[in-house]
Nanobody, 127 residues
Framework: QVQLVESGGGLVQAGDSLRLSCAAS????????MGWFRQAPGKEREFVAA????????YFADSVKGRFTISRDNGKNTVYLQMNSLKHDDAAVYYC????????????????????WGQGTQVTVSS
């Protein structure tokens, strides 16, 4: 059982930056894909970003391209989501997720492809 613990959420102003962290209980190298999703009140959980093992590819939702980056430090078993130029629409609970399956690119945004999830960290963006 892999445990994922997110941290770094908080209250920021529009235009600010924030870095989320996801600490995994086991070697992140064994997790083929690490991803970030978010869920705003009344909305479905949506894909934000994903990174494949060994930094072999990063993928982003169109809504965050150019503003967010994802990285992983296998030595620390941690994945990061750097969020810049935050907008009100970015406010949500952010979840870290992982899978050991070799998910094809077209399916990275599907929640069903991930088998472990963290509890989430709240990001609030004020005016």
């Amino acid at each position: 059982q892999v445990q994922l613990v997110e941290s770094g959420g908080g209250l920021v102003q529009a235009g600010d930056s924030l870095r989320l962290s996801c600490a995994a209980s086991e070697d992140t190298y064994s997790r083929y894909v690490m991803g970030w999703f978010r869920q705003a009140p009344g909305k479905e959980r949506e894909f934000v970003a994903a990174i494949r093992r060994g930094g072999g590819g990063t993928y982003f939702a169109d809504s965050v391209k150019g503003r967010f980056t994802i990285s992983r430090d296998n030595g620390k078993n941690t994945v990061y989501l750097q969020m810049n130029s935050l907008k009100h629409d970015d406010a949500a609970v952010y979840y870290c997720a992982s899978t050991s399956r070799a998910v094809v690119v077209d399916y990275l945004m599907l929640t069903d492809e991930y088998d472990y999830w963290g509890q989430g960290t709240q990001v609030t963006v004020s005016s």
